[in-house]
């Protein structure tokens, strides 16, 4: 069975804080996505990555950085928390194949709020 | 540019009743689309890709060219129907597999 996992299910953080969201996947997949899921905008892709060591930015990086030292694990980080990147947060994954690679298999959310 | 639009926010029916859910989309190349699904407390998932023609639970999606459309139908609604679909298109001129997404259509299914 396909798995994405993400750290915590919920989390809440106070403004400024450091906040690390760590995703991991067990399908040997080359391409990993961070979205954000407001009610009413939608999923919006903060940044993706395509092999390990490189990223590429979304439609809303500003904010956010990521790590992807291994294939497995994606992280995002927010150097500096604001009460609006509250939010829902997911971690996708897929294939790199042209066949396969517009399946995306997610994770099942962090849920963060920033007091 | 691409971009995916689906213009209802909500959408209720009766059980039993036909659904359409619409999705249009704006591309320059040639598209691949798909419908994804989120049930309450579950992941998001793929639900059909249109060139797959396939019907998965009752639904079809058929692309339409001339009117740059891939609405998503079901002839008879059941309520465990009830969920946000959000229709995606995938960037084929890209080797990077990136979806755009809509911003998702909140389906309920009324007993």
């Known amino acids: 069975d396909v798995k994405v996992t993400q750290s915590s299910r919920y989390l809440v953080k106070r403004t400024g804080e450091k906040v690390f969201l760590e995703c991991v996947q067990d399908m040997d997949h080359e391409n990993m996505f961070w979205y954000r899921q407001d009610p009413g905008l939608g999923l919006r892709l903060i940044y993706f990555?395509?092999?390990?060591?490189?990223?590429e930015k979304g439609d809303i990086p500003e904010g956010y950085s990521v790590s992807r030292e291994k294939k497995e694990r994606f992280s995002l980080i927010l150097e500096s928390a604001s009460t609006n990147q509250t939010s829902m947060y997911l971690c996708?994954?897929?294939?790199?194949?042209?066949?396969?690679?517009?399946?995306?298999?997610f994770g099942p959310g962090t849920r963060l709020t920033v007091l | 540019a691409q971009r995916v639009t689906q213009p209802e926010k909500l959408l209720s029916v009766f059980k039993g009743a036909p659904v359409e859910l619409k999705c249009n989309y704006s591309?320059?190349?040639?598209?691949?689309l798909f419908w994804y699904v989120q049930y309450s407390r579950q992941r998001l998932q793929l639900l059909l890709r249109h060139i797959s023609r396939e019907s998965i639970k009752g639904f079809t999606a058929d692309l339409n060219k001339g009117e740059t459309s891939f609405h998503l139908k079901k002839p008879f609604a059941q309520e465990e129907d009830s969920a946000m679909y959000y229709c995606a298109l995938s960037d084929r001129g890209s080797t990077l597999g990136r979806l755009y997404f809509g911003r998702g259509t909140q389906l309920t299914v009324w007993p």
């Open positions: 990555s395509y092999d390990v060591k490189m990223k």
């Open positions: 996708a994954s897929s294939a790199r194949t042209i066949q396969r690679r517009d399946e995306q298999f």
């Open positions: 591309y320059s190349g040639s598209p691949e």
